[in-house]
C-alpha cells in the first residue's frame, strides 16, 4: 500500500512540476523576436526596429519663441538626452521617448553700422539683461554677418545663446565687407595672418567694435568672451580666442590650424561633420580635430570632440523653420523617395549635389520640388546636407556648446 501512495505522490509532483514549467514556456516572448517599437511622442521616429539598429529621434518643429527642453523616457540610452535631435541604439525591448519645450522670452537683434579700424562695419548683437559673457558668431569662407544671422541653425545657437544669458555680436570679415581678395588667396574669408592685433585688420575690428560696446556701457572688460565660427570662421575663432585670451573657443566643422591648436591654452570644442566633404576638412580634418582635441587634453587643456552622425530624412524635414509646410515637406519627401534618392532607411543617397544635377538635367521629372521658390528650395538642400553631415552649420549639438561656454570640462 506504501508502494501505491509513494507512486500517486510521484505521479502528482510529477504531473505538477511539468505542468508548471509549460506554463512558464509559454509566457516567455518568442525566442525570434528581434524587433521592437519605439515611439516618439512630440516628434519623429517612431517605429519598429531590430536590435542593434541606430535609431533617430527628431523634435518637432519649434515656434519663434521656443527652444528644445529634453527628452524624457529611458534617457540613458540617448547619445544628447537634451538636443532636439539624437539616436541611440537599440535594446532588446520596446522604447517610449516625450520631447518637450521650453517657451522663451522674444528678442530682436539689433542692426547698425559700425566703425571698425579702416571702415563702417555691419554688426548685429543683442546684450540681454544680466549677462555673463560675450560670444563672437563667425560665418565661413564667403559668407558674410546677414548670412549669418539669417541661417536658421545659426538663428537656434542665438536663440539658446540668449535665453542661457549670452551677449551675441556678429560681425563680418573685412574681405566680406569689401568683396575684395586682399591677401590674393583666392577667397572671400577671414584673415589668420599677421597673428596681432593692430596690422590684422580683423582682429582689429573685433577689438575695437567690442570696444564700442564698453564705451556705450553694454558690457564691461570683466566680462568672460567665446568665439563660435564655421569652417574657415571656425580657424579664425581659434585664432581670435588664443590672440585675445578667451575663456573658450568652438569650431563647427574646423580642425584649426595645427601649429596654433599645438600651442593654445584655450578650451576648445570642435564640433565636426561625419562625411564633411569639403576640401579643405573632410575626412582627414575630422581625424585631425580629434587628434588635436586628445592632444590638448593630454596635456592639460580642456578640449571636447563632437562629430555630427548621418541621419535619415523624416517626411516634416523641411517644414522646421516654417518656409515649408508640413504636408508640402512630406510632398517633398515623397518625391524624393520616389525618385530613388532615399534608401530603404530613409537616408539620402549620396550628396545635394546630386540632386541639383538631376533636377537640372530633367526639371519635369522633379514638379513638387519645381513648385519652389528659391528660399524654400536653399531651405531643402541644406537639411539635406546637414541629414548627410556635410560641411554645413548644424544644431544637432547646440547644447553641447551651451554647456562648454558654460562650464567647460568642469
Keep these: 500500500m506504501k508502494a501505491f501512495f509513494a507512486g500517486i505522490f510521484c505521479f502528482?509532483?510529477?504531473?505538477?512540476?511539468?505542468s508548471c514549467k509549460k506554463n512558464n514556456v509559454t509566457n516567455l516572448?518568442?525566442?525570434?523576436?528581434?524587433?521592437?517599437?519605439?515611439?516618439?511622442?512630440?516628434?519623429?521616429?517612431?517605429?519598429?526596429?531590430?536590435?542593434?539598429?541606430?535609431?533617430?529621434?527628431?523634435?518637432?518643429?519649434?515656434?519663434?519663441?521656443?527652444?528644445?527642453?529634453?527628452?524624457?523616457?529611458?534617457?540613458n540610452l540617448l547619445n544628447g538626452p537634451n538636443?532636439?535631435?539624437?539616436?541611440?541604439?537599440?535594446?532588446?525591448?520596446?522604447?517610449?521617448?516625450?520631447?518637450?519645450?521650453?517657451?522663451?522670452?522674444?528678442?530682436?537683434?539689433?542692426?547698425?553700422?559700425?566703425?571698425?579700424?579702416?571702415?563702417?562695419?555691419?554688426?548685429?548683437?543683442?546684450?540681454?539683461?544680466?549677462?555673463?559673457?560675450?560670444?563672437?558668431?563667425?560665418?565661413g569662407t564667403g559668407g558674410n554677418a546677414a548670412n549669418l544671422v539669417g541661417e536658421y541653425e545659426w538663428q537656434l545657437l542665438i536663440r539658446d545663446l540668449v535665453y542661457n544669458k549670452f551677449a551675441v555680436i556678429v560681425t563680418e570679415s573685412e574681405e566680406s565687407t569689401t568683396g575684395v581678395d586682399a591677401n590674393g588667396d583666392g577667397k572671400i574669408r577671414w584673415d589668420l595672418l599677421p597673428a596681432d592685433t593692430l596690422s590684422n585688420v580683423d582682429f582689429a575690428?573685433?577689438?575695437?567694435?567690442?570696444?564700442?560696446?564698453?564705451?556705450?556701457?553694454?558690457?564691461?572688460?570683466?566680462?568672460?568672451?567665446?568665439?563660435?565660427?564655421?569652417?574657415?570662421?571656425?580657424?579664425?575663432?581659434?585664432?581670435?580666442?588664443?590672440?585675445?585670451?578667451?575663456?573658450?573657443?568652438?569650431?563647427?566643422?574646423?580642425?584649426?590650424?595645427?601649429?596654433?591648436?599645438a600651442v593654445t591654452s584655450i578650451p576648445t570644442q570642435f564640433c565636426m561633420a561625419k562625411n564633411d566633404d569639403n576640401p579643405n576638412?573632410?575626412?582627414?580634418?575630422?581625424?585631425?580635430?580629434?587628434?588635436?582635441?586628445?592632444?590638448?587634453?593630454?596635456?592639460?587643456?580642456?578640449?571636447?570632440?563632437?562629430?555630427?552622425?548621418?541621419?535619415?530624412?523624416?517626411?516634416?524635414?523641411?517644414?522646421?523653420?516654417g518656409y515649408i509646410s508640413s504636408t508640402l515637406s512630406t510632398?517633398?519627401?515623397?518625391?524624393?523617395?520616389?525618385?530613388?534618392?532615399?534608401?530603404?532607411?530613409?537616408?539620402f543617397i549620396g550628396y545635394s549635389d546630386t540632386l541639383t544635377n538631376a533636377i537640372q538635367s530633367n526639371p519635369a521629372n522633379f514638379p513638387?520640388?519645381?513648385?519652389?521658390?528659391?528660399?524654400?528650395?536653399?531651405?531643402?538642400?541644406?537639411?539635406i546636407n546637414i541629414s548627410v553631415t556635410d560641411h554645413h552649420i548644424y544644431s544637432d549639438y547646440d547644447r553641447a556648446t551651451i554647456k562648454f561656454l558654460n562650464n567647460q570640462c568642469q
Design 12 to 18: 502528482v509532483i510529477f504531473g505538477l512540476f511539468f
Design 29 to 75: 516572448p518568442p525566442a525570434n523576436s528581434d524587433s521592437f517599437n519605439v515611439t516618439v511622442n512630440n516628434g519623429y521616429g517612431s517605429g519598429k526596429y531590430k536590435v542593434g539598429d541606430t535609431v533617430h529621434i527628431f523634435a518637432n518643429a519649434l515656434t519663434a519663441n521656443q527652444i528644445f527642453g529634453n527628452w524624457s523616457g529611458d534617457t
Design 83 to 139: 538636443e532636439w535631435h539624437t539616436w541611440f541604439i537599440m535594446p532588446a525591448k520596446d522604447e517610449d521617448f516625450t520631447g518637450s519645450v521650453v517657451t522663451v522670452p522674444g528678442f530682436t537683434l539689433q542692426y547698425e553700422q559700425v566703425m571698425g579700424r579702416d571702415r563702417l562695419k555691419p554688426v548685429y548683437y543683442y546684450f540681454p539683461q544680466g549677462q555673463k559673457g560675450i560670444v563672437y558668431l563667425l560665418h
Design 205 to 261: 575690428n573685433i577689438r575695437i567694435i567690442t570696444n564700442t560696446f564698453y564705451n556705450r556701457g553694454f558690457a564691461d572688460f570683466s566680462e568672460p568672451r567665446y568665439s563660435v565660427g564655421m569652417s574657415d570662421g571656425g580657424f579664425f575663432s581659434a585664432a581670435l580666442s588664443y590672440i585675445y585670451n578667451f575663456k573658450a573657443g568652438i569650431q563647427y566643422c574646423s580642425q584649426g590650424s595645427a601649429n596654433l591648436m
Design 281 to 321: 576638412v573632410g575626412l582627414t580634418g575630422d581625424a585631425d580635430a580629434l587628434s588635436y582635441s586628445n592632444a590638448m587634453n593630454a596635456r592639460g587643456v580642456c578640449s571636447k570632440y563632437y562629430i555630427n552622425q548621418r541621419a535619415p530624412i523624416y517626411p516634416q524635414r523641411f517644414a522646421r523653420n
Design 331 to 347: 510632398n517633398i519627401f515623397n518625391e524624393l523617395k520616389s525618385k530613388g534618392f532615399l534608401d530603404n532607411k530613409n537616408y
Design 368 to 383: 513638387v520640388i519645381q513648385s519652389l521658390a528659391l528660399y524654400q528650395t536653399q531651405f531643402m538642400l541644406e537639411q
